[in-house]
């Protein structure tokens, strides 16, 4: 047998990703210079709306009251990124700066990561540069983003990130350590005496780190605060925030010359509402009788939708656009296209002969459910759709805690059974333009339960109201939430603070399966789609921000 040390094979590299190596050198990056190659329009949106979600996926863990950072906040942001099939994305969130070097497929994967990562990054300072809220939405989740993948790396690939960012923070030594030796023990918490000798720390103006002195986590001497390497995110963070808010300033100014090219414009204004979650185009589990509408308004239908079936009981009309919002809703849920024929029938020839329903309004249900007309399926309205939606007197359509005064909503919201200080809490939401967060709360009333949700879709809401009171099995989780148990905190910090290679792989394992699936889908999805100017590339060496 031969016992000879076999040599490791060589990795080859492709000339296309030393490319990538040379233009995006690590994981984490600070955002400072904006990309220069030529992208198609639609890898542009694409990259733009898979960024979006990413974002929206750090919202929702705030909204839903998690600590920034906690175990509890990691699980839920892995999970809804494996879920979401965001694999890149969840790469580059829990491998620190580590490089998938012993494994070429790996390796190549997340070099586009990043690329992808980067990119996106400038494409969204342009749909967000125009208004104050905008930016401070946008500031937020990104140093939400950016402070996530940060701390997954370990002290030394902190150093190769400084090293490659030219950040000139230098460690205290060892004589210099010793002199502020005694305030570094009383400051740093939750660490033993031994554990603070090892660690490193760094002397900044305590200008820097005001959140870290605001918290009392860090000695401060002579206007000089020391950090050690658990809380050195904060320094970064801040030259990190810098960069992105001389961005948006840089991308403000040029926007009216990007809005030029009309294939930008749309895109990028309405980027900020467009729906990225699941496409609720029609119940495909589950056929919702017509006869049972009446009872689940009261109870699973958000109130913009409860007000929409009232409006059509009383008043056996309804205007354009409150039929196209409430009709793809019940066909999102599971009313079949005969049982819409005869529930929108039977209520319009209260006031009108079945003739001229049949050649006013039949033709219109068909061609939302795509059997007329284009044969387009049609998908119901999301919740950033509806609240942008116009409404005219007389008509039924739009979100009810943006367009209702208070009193009207009041009454209401009084109407659908909630007591005098749920009203003011719900109002006190819309009032504030909180319109989701109301609607959400409406739903923790309405269902009695301290549950948290995240309301950004009408069927969304109706599914989870159904799924709450047992009428509806709700899904088996995926594998990525069947894995196991984040480490505790101090768990991760004695294990060299984060994750081992083992770990690294299981992640992988779990997005590659998830991904497979999204993958098929959007094969699917993708051929029935017409997608306008394939073959035309963006300059993005044009679009300096």
């Known amino acids: 047998m031969d016992f000879r040390r076999k040599s490791k094979a060589r990795l080859e590299r492709r000339p296309e990703y030393e490319n990538l190596e040379q233009n995006y050198k690590h994981n984490v990056l600070l955002y400072r210079m904006p990309p220069t190659e030529d992208i198609k329009i ?6 733009a709306l898979e960024r979006l979600k990413v974002l929206r996926i750090m919202e929702q863990a705030q909204t839903k009251g998690l ?43 997340e070099l586009q990561a990043r690329r992808r990562d980067y990119i996106s990054h400038f494409i969204l300072r342009l749909a967000y540069c125009r208004t104050q809220e905008l930016k401070s939405w946008f500031i937020a989740r990104e140093m ?8 997954a790396m370990t002290p030394a690939e ?18 210099q350590k010793n002199v502020v030796k005694d305030g570094l023990i009383e400051s740093t918490v939750g660490q033993s005496v031994a554990k603070i000798e090892m660690l490193d720390f760094y002397k900044v103006p305590f200008t820097q780190v005001l959140d870290l002195v605001r918290s009392r986590r860090c000695y401060i001497k002579h206007g000089q605060a020391y950090v050690n390497t658990h809380d050195f995110i904060s320094i970064v963070g801040a030259k990190q925030m810098e960069e992105i808010e001389h961005g948006l300033k840089s991308a403000q100014r040029l926007i009216r010359e990007v809005e030029t090219d009309e294939r930008l414009f749309a895109l990028l204004k309405s980027l900020h509402t467009s729906y990225t979650g699941k496409d609720y185009t029609v119940g495909k589990d589950v056929k919702v009788p017509i006869e049972s509408i009446d009872q689940l308004s009261k109870k699973s239908f958000p109130l913009c939708m409860r007000i929409c079936h009232e409006h059509l009981r009383t008043a056996h009309h309804m205007k354009y656009d409150g039929r196209m919002q409430y009709g793809l809703f019940l066909k999102g849920i599971g009313v079949t296209l005969e049982d819409a024929i005869r529930f929108w029938r039977e209520e319009f020839t209260k006031k009108m002969d079945p003739e001229k329903f049949a050649k006013s309004y039949q033709y219109n249900i068909e061609h939302n459910y795509g059997k007329k007309g284009s044969l387009k399926d049609y998908a119901p309205f999301s919740c950033g759709k509806i609240i942008q939606e116009n409404v005219v007197q007389g008509s039924a359509n739009g979100c009810p805690y943006k367009y209702y005064d208070q009193s009207t909503l009041k009454q209401k919201l009084a109407a659908a059974g909630l007591g005098t200080a749920h009203i003011q809490e719900v109002a006190g939401l819309a009032a504030k333009h909180h319109y989701q967060l109301a609607c959400a709360k409406y739903f923790q009333i309405t269902h009695e339960t301290s549950q948290e949700v995240a309301i950004n879709h009408p069927n969304h809401y109706y599914i989870q109201s159904q799924e709450l009171m047992g009428n509806r099995v709700e899904k088996k989780p995926s594998t990525a939430s069947q894995r196991k ?19 690294d792989d299981e992640l992988w394992n779990i997005a590659e399966a998830t991904q497979k699936s999204l993958d098929a889908t959007q094969t699917e999805a993708a051929s029935k789609k017409d997608i306008a100017w394939e073959d035309d590339d963006l300059d993005l060496t044009a679009i300096e921000c």
């Open 67 to 109: 600590r920034f950072l906690s175990d509890d906040w990691k699980e839920y942001v892995h999970d809804e990124l494996s879920r979401e099939g965001l694999k890149g994305y969840l790469r580059l969130c829990t491998n620190g700066g580590n490089t998938a070097t012993n494994n070429i497929s790996k390796h190549e994967f």
């Open 158 to 175: 902190i150093k190769h990130f400084l090293e490659l960012h030219d950040l000139n923070y230098v460690p205290l030594t060892s004589e």
């Open 42 to 47: 639609q890898e542009f949106e694409d990259l």
């Open 485 to 503: 148990p984040m480490k505790s905190i101090q768990a991760t910090q004695d294990n060299s603070m984060y994750m081992n290679a083992d770990d």
């Open 144 to 151: 939400e983003l950016f402070k996530y993948k940060f701390s």
